[in-house]
């Protein structure tokens, strides 16, 4: 969850989705890695749920109209990588616990 306090970062002084890159890498792998762990789809998912929610929260502005993860180019795209890359995980790891099924 650490990369939704990269959502603002410039680096190079350039206004890039570095948090929606890590957060795509970070669920594919926190979710398969689950799935392996668990031995079960759920696995993937019930991670992936909790990141969700919490990234919504911290989406939501407080009284004075502070956020986390802006309404934004870059706000958006880090909900969207990182809820798609989770999407994914879950439908590798079910195709991965069907016998005789390989992931393509």
């Known amino acids: 969850m650490w990369e939704a306090f990269l959502v603002a970062a410039r680096p190079l002084g350039l206004a890039l989705p570095v948090s929606a890159v890590l957060a795509g890498v970070g669920n594919l792998v926190v979710g398969l890695a689950g799935a392996r762990v668990l031995r079960h789809?759920?696995?993937a998912v019930l991670p992936r749920v909790l990141w969700l929610g919490i990234a919504l929260a911290l989406g939501t502005g407080t009284a004075?109209?502070?956020h986390v993860v802006p309404g934004?180019?870059?706000g958006t795209a880090f909900l969207l990588t990182g809820t798609a890359a989770a999407a994914?995980?879950?439908g590798?790891?079910?195709i991965?616990?069907?016998p005789g099924a390989?992931?393509?």
């Open 72 to 74: 934004d180019f870059r």
């Open 41 to 43: 789809s759920v696995g």
């Open 92 to 94: 590798l790891a079910g």
């Open 102 to 104: 390989t992931p393509q």
């Open 96 to 98: 991965a616990r069907k």
């Open 64 to 66: 004075a109209g502070d």
């Open 88 to 90: 994914a995980a879950g």
